[in-house]
């Protein structure tokens, strides 16, 4: 069997569909390119999934950190840096990204400089200790989320110029769904293969290779993908379009109230390192405690996105209300844990259910914040919403997380209290909010 007829069987596998070949707004060289595109694009965003997990920033990274001795109040930094790294230099870059006619490169050239940021922080995780570690990995993931941008503006122009309309969400669910399969394996073989000793800075320098590893294959993969010049114009500069826009949080009382609420809701994000965090202290950097966080993150994306996703078809604003409000009791549950019976801390699975309830309410925040944005407005008047609104955050991320800085002062269970407070406060007022 050829490779062309290979991929074309296994293209219309993954589809089911009668009119798989059936191309919509793409044009008709690229239409032939297709099957093929469409499993390199599966394959390439498997691996940085699986990347991601190894090397997630709420799970992995806080316990490399705790395992170097770094620095506690720099734990508050490790989301908001991956997050609002990966987000500013979309708007920045964008204009440029697309006056370009082949766009694949940008994205080989952002997983390549991933992949070398990771193994750089796995050598920082066998040869240094302390501040010194600590502000290494900052330094590193700063880089690192930059370095995903230029993915992130890239991925949405190849999709669009190689898969047709009506496939696209197929692409990325696949590859989710196979990378949280694997995700669980793997978060299984450390609870099964090394339940017992610590995991060293050497022992996470091991895991971040193997992570940067994925992403050079990532590129590798990702650079097969057969893609044709396309539109060079209407290229513009996003932050400056935002900035230009700003005054509709001045003038938009609807829109202002949801900036301020997903400001409120990020408290989701934010806490989770801290239960990592939380439970290592308690169990000694137990290899099998990283696997148990490891499986909470991958089950709780497969469990609970399509519940949550038509859940939003009926209500986003709800299902923003419902989970924020679930992220808020788990991490009061797990305040109360560590102020008033602090001997549960020592129960193995306890904190990783508490993560896995947490999860899935992130989860939630997420598919009901996105989903809200879209049904808001229409057109142009959409485009400014999520400018603006991802602008906004950006920075809103990045002063929070100077949270990290109260480790100094109060325990890291009431961080997370004060966090779910404010999860709360987002809580009473998204009920404010229009149901859209």
Sequence with gaps: MSKGTLSQDLYAKLLNEEDARACKAIDEDACKEVPGNFLWLVLSQFLTKLGD?????????????????????????????RESGSMMPQLLIAGFVRRLPIRKHVWVVGSLLQALCMMLIALVAWQLEGAAAGWSIIGLLVLFSLSRGLCSVAAKDVLGKTIPKTQRGRVNGWSASVAGLVTLLAGAWFV??????????ASFGVLLSLAGLL??????????????????????????????????????????LFVITRSLFLCSALSAPYYVVLAQRAQDNSPALLGLFIIASGAAGLISGPFWGRFADLSSRSVMTLAALMSSLAGIIVWAIATWFPQWLDIF?????CYFALSIAHQGVRVGRKTFVVDMAEGNRRTDYVAVSNTVIGIVLLIMGFTGALSVAVPISTIILILCLMGLAGVLLSLRLPDV
Excluded: H
């Excluded at 993908?225 to 609807?254: C, Y």
């Design 192 to 201: 099964l293969a090394n339940g017992e000793g610590d995991m060293s800075g």
């Design 215 to 256: 992403w050079i294959l990532a590129a590798l993969t990702y650079a097969q993908i057969r893609e044709f010049p396309g539109e060079t114009d209407g290229g513009v500069n996003g932050i400056t379009e935002a900035f230009k826009r700003l005054d509709i949080l001045r003038t938009d009382s609807a829109f202002r």
């Design 53 to 81: 997990a190894l090397g997630n920033p709420k799970v992995v990274l806080p316990a490399v950190m705790e395992a170097v001795s770094a620095p506690l109040y720099l734990l508050g930094f490790l989301v908001p840096i």
């Design 349 to 353: 699975w306890l904190i990783p259910l």
